[in-house]
């Protein structure tokens, strides 16, 4: 995760060759926006007693949109393409270590997406539904990523995220 401390999902992006393991490109520290309806969510779990949802999954996209805070389960494919050309049938749990200091991450196990086509990459998202394209549940977090990054079935492409709270 990146030194800087920031409320909110923070992301860290690696695309790592197959053959040998070498880390091909790695972005660190990127934003994410939390949309509305994540904390909305989120403050109806922790503040008004509602469920809190059992997983978070990590999914990918495609596409020219920029996160404005809008953004929903229900709307994400309208603004986004879901890349789904990676091995793994769903979208990818959010293993997440101990909080400490008011944060955690999922340093200890990556979400690790084994690609097996070729798909332009400009971001993530974590959702509370596992099946790709989904358009249910809750959306927690979209982040694009500084640059689209080509990817194809010669890669993986691993994500660090993790959440931290900041007392102002």
């Not at 990146?2 to 909110?8: E, Y």
């Not at 934003?31 to 469920?51: F, H, I, Q, T, W």
Request: a neutral charge; hydrophobic letters at 45%.
């Amino acid at each position: 995760m990146s030194s800087t401390i920031r409320p909110g999902f923070i992301y860290d992006l690696a695309i790592r060759s197959k053959a040998d393991g070498r880390i091909l490109h790695i972005e660190r520290g990127t934003p994410n926006r939390v949309p509305v309806e994540g904390l909305n969510d989120m403050a109806n779990c922790y503040l008004k007693g509602s469920a809190a949802p059992a997983a978070f999954y990590i999914g990918l996209w495609t596409g020219s949109h920029i996160p404005n805070g809008d953004e929903t389960a229900a709307n994400l494919a309208s603004m986004v393409s879901e890349a789904t050309a990676y091995l793994q049938t769903g979208r990818l749990p959010l293993v997440l270590g101990t909080v400490a200091n008011g944060a955690v991450s999922n340093a200890a196990s990556l979400a690790r997406f084994d690609m097996q086509g070729t798909a332009t990459i400009n971001g993530a998202f974590l959702s509370t539904v596992q099946a790709k394209g989904a358009d249910t549940g809750k959306l927690a977090s979209v982040v694009r990523f500084a640059n689209p990054r080509t990817v194809d079935d010669t890669v993986y492409l691993e994500i660090l995220t993790g959440f931290q709270f900041v007392s102002l």
